[in-house]
């Protein structure tokens, strides 16, 4: 059975869907994909489709842990944007992008009041925010923290090709990847596929098979409600 999550307009707490519900404007919180994760069965597919803005951090956080607990079941489809906290749930499992849509990945905003203490130590709270969030972007790319962290830094806003080249999507929708397959001379020869050639030439290297690269930063952000800066973030 194939499930669909559609991740729309802006990203809150269950407790405040109500609100956006109720005018009519377009939202998505934790509880709606828990619901589809909770009807899935063994073999089941879940198609995802973001168009988001982002919101707020720890909702994109839960979304994106909800996924990946499911990624080898879930493939990601950014039809429209996926910014800020959107972005994060993107990096969860298989994800295409379509060529006409935007990427943006940013650094945590927050509003804060007091002296220079609760000032200095809300920063600290924001530089937290910012390592934990930015692992999930190395580990879907394979970039360091410094690399991550400076992206975000910068406000980066991407194409499918730009991100296609930093390794946060896997492919762009619509195009054809297949390589041109070569005549052979006999029906029982074929020639090693360009996977297979790489993972050959890695083991060469290596001497002693892949090596796992990936890396698992994730920190828990219980009650942050940090709202991700930006254009309707």
């Known amino acids: 059975m194939k499930h669909r999550i559609n991740i729309r307009g802006v990203m809150v707490p269950n407790d405040y869907k109500w609100y956006y ?7 998505t919180c934790p509880k709606d994909v828990q619901q589809v994760m909770d009807a899935f069965q063994d ?18 956080s839960e979304i994106y842990t909800l996924l990946k607990g499911r990624k080898d079941n879930v493939r990601i489809y950014i039809t429209g944007e996926a910014c800020s906290a959107a972005s994060v749930a993107a990096m969860a499992a298989y994800c295409e992008m379509s060529p006409t849509a935007l990427m943006m990945v940013h650094c945590v905003s927050t509003y804060t009041e007091g002296n220079h203490s609760d000032l200095e130590h809300t920063a600290e709270v924001l530089r937290t925010a ?6 999930a972007y190395m580990d879907k790319s394979g970039m360091t923290e410094e690399e991550a962290l400076e992206m975000m830094e910068r406000t980066t806003w991407l194409t499918a090709e730009q991100a296609l080249e930093r390794g946060l999507v896997d492919a762009v929708m619509f195009r ?10 006999g029906p029982l020869f074929s020639l ?40 309707g973030a």
């Open 21 to 27: 519900d109720f005018f009519g404007e377009d939202c």
């Open 43 to 60: 073999g089941d597919e879940i198609e995802v489709y973001i168009n988001s803005p982002g919101g707020v951090i720890d909702v994109g």
């Open 130 to 135: 910012d390592r934990a969030l930015c692992s």
């Open 176 to 185: 054809d990847g297949k390589e041109a397959t070569p005549l052979m001379a």
């Open 192 to 231: 090693p596929t360009k996977e297979q050639m790489e993972k050959a030439g890695r083991a060469m290297k290596e001497g002693a098979g892949e090596q796992d690269t990936s890396r698992m930063a994730h920190a828990r952000l219980d009650f942050l409600k940090l709202k991700a800066k930006g254009e």
